[in-house]
């Protein structure tokens, strides 16, 4: 069941119930805590606070990722918008729509702008975002979506009459699916798009550990609050009882795939309690439940996803990348 919140115009957010009663966080909860080895999806992160947290990540000075893309949107906007005619900005992931705006100033430059449509599984996050998006953009008509990659990307409105759409998917997300669930996604996504719309994605590149690896441990220790964040969430939806401080942050650099593993360690044996699934989970001292991958790309590896490329970007640097594409 969807639901309309009324909100002043000229924005609307259609939220899709991802709640405990819902398939979603419990089911992936008993999944992933009754595996071996333990693990839970990134996507339970982002609550109201772990999306607060993320945005406090993306302004940290070791998580390059963030100005890398933003400095290849900035250069590339114009262009994209003028060549192909963009009047609709679907952007998946969309938390505070910070490198939105360089999409949106070209579509406002161009006499182009018509509707933006943010899809997150924060409600929050879009409300807050679209009351500063509405007043930068005056008649930008915002239409937010709520809800979870894996079952709502349906709820995504139709594409509007005039122009064409471009769906943004910004930020390196594409690396927290695993390699094997891309191309499922990217054609649930190709489902959005009519002939002539196309899909922008932001892939970190693959090169030096000692350049990633600090992106997900920072030393401030914001990304380890982040990640601790997903206990916080269970305890209140689902009646547990993990103690945060029993658990450390842990990122580690795999050159094999390659990508980061984020992952929690226990600091003791220890078990908890998940009284809304009426279930006890075990952790023995040292063990490690993995909560996100990041994979890192290589030009041909982003070939391999299933996207059929029209343009490629790199910043200055080389360290990140995006990437223009149509529906194959």
Same mark, same amino acid.
């Given at each position: 069941?969807?639901?309309?919140?009324?909100?002043?115009?000229?924005?609307?957010?259609?939220?899709?119930?991802?709640?405990?009663?819902?398939?979603?966080?419990?089911?992936?909860?008993?999944?992933?805590?009754?595996?071996?080895?333990?693990?839970?999806?990134?996507?339970?992160?982002?609550?109201?606070?772990?999306?607060?947290?993320?945005?406090?990540?993306?302004?940290?000075?070791?998580?390059?990722?963030?100005?890398?893309?933003?400095?290849?949107?900035?250069?590339?906007?114009?262009?994209?918008?003028?060549?192909?005619? %963009?009047? #609709? &900005?679907? =952007?998946? *992931?969309?938390?505070?729509?910070?490198? /939105?705006?360089?999409?949106? +100033?070209?579509? !406002?430059?161009?006499?182009?702008?018509?509707?933006?449509?943010?899809?997150?599984?924060?409600?929050?996050?879009?409300?807050?975002?679209?009351?500063?998006?509405?007043?930068?953009?005056?008649?930008?008509?915002?239409?937010?979506?709520?809800?979870?990659?894996?079952?709502?990307?349906?709820?995504?409105?139709?594409?509007?009459?005039?122009?064409?759409?471009?769906?943004?998917?910004?930020?390196?997300?594409?690396?927290?699916?695993?390699?094997?669930?891309?191309?499922?996604?990217?054609?649930? %996504?190709? #489902? &959005?798009? =009519?002939? *002539?719309?196309?899909?922008?994605?932001? /892939?970190?590149?693959?090169? +030096?550990?000692? !350049?990633?690896?600090?992106?997900?441990?920072?030393?401030?220790?914001?990304?380890?609050?982040?990640?601790?964040?997903?206990?916080?969430?269970?305890?209140?939806?689902?009646?547990?009882?993990?103690?945060?401080?029993?658990?450390?942050?842990?990122?580690?650099?795999?050159?094999?795939?390659?990508?980061?593993?984020?992952?929690?360690?226990?600091?003791?044996?220890?078990?908890?309690?998940?009284?809304?699934?009426?279930?006890?989970?075990?952790?023995?001292?040292?063990?490690?439940?993995?909560?996100?991958?990041?994979?890192?790309?290589?030009?041909?590896?982003?070939?391999?996803?299933?996207?059929?490329?029209?343009?490629?970007?790199?910043?200055?640097?080389?360290?990140?990348?995006?990437?223009?594409?149509?529906?194959?």
């Amino acid at each position: 069941m969807t639901t309309r919140l009324v909100v002043p115009r000229p924005y609307r957010l259609d939220v899709h119930p991802i709640g405990p009663g819902e398939q979603g966080l419990a089911e992936d909860a008993r999944a992933g805590l009754s595996a071996s080895p333990k693990s839970l999806p990134p996507k339970h992160f982002y609550d109201e606070r772990g999306s607060d947290l993320f945005e406090r990540i993306t302004r940290l000075p070791e998580y390059y990722q963030s100005r890398s893309e933003l400095s290849i949107l900035t250069r590339i906007a114009d262009g994209l918008v003028a060549r192909h005619g %963009v009047s #609709e &900005l679907v =952007e998946l *992931g969309s938390g505070a729509s910070r490198k /939105t705006r360089a999409l949106l +100033d070209a579509m !406002r430059d161009a006499r182009s702008l018509g509707r933006y449509v943010p899809f997150d599984v924060c409600p929050e996050a879009i409300l807050a975002a679209a009351g500063r998006l509405a007043e930068a953009y005056p008649g930008l008509d915002v239409h937010g979506v709520a809800g979870d990659f894996d079952r709502h990307l349906p709820g995504v409105p139709e594409r509007g009459r005039s122009g064409r759409r471009l769906i943004a998917f910004l930020g390196g997300t594409i690396g927290n699916l695993e390699p094997d669930a891309r191309t499922p996604f990217l054609e649930s %996504v190709a #489902e &959005l798009m =009519e002939p *002539g719309d196309l899909l922008l994605v932001g /892939t970190d590149l693959a090169g +030096d550990p000692g !350049r990633i690896q600090p992106a997900y441990d920072d030393a401030e220790g914001v990304t380890a609050e982040f990640n601790l964040n997903v206990l916080r969430v269970l305890n209140r939806e689902l009646d547990a009882d993990f103690e945060l401080d029993a658990f450390a942050h842990v990122a580690l650099y795999d050159p094999g795939p390659p990508w980061i593993e984020m992952r929690l360690r226990s600091l003791a044996d220890q078990v908890v309690r998940i009284g809304a699934l009426d279930m006890d989970v075990e952790f023995a001292e040292g063990e490690e439940m993995r909560t996100e991958i990041s994979c890192k790309f290589t030009r041909p590896a982003v070939d391999d996803a299933g996207l059929v490329l029209e343009e490629w970007h790199e910043d200055a640097r080389g360290w990140f990348a995006v990437s223009l594409a149509r529906r194959p």
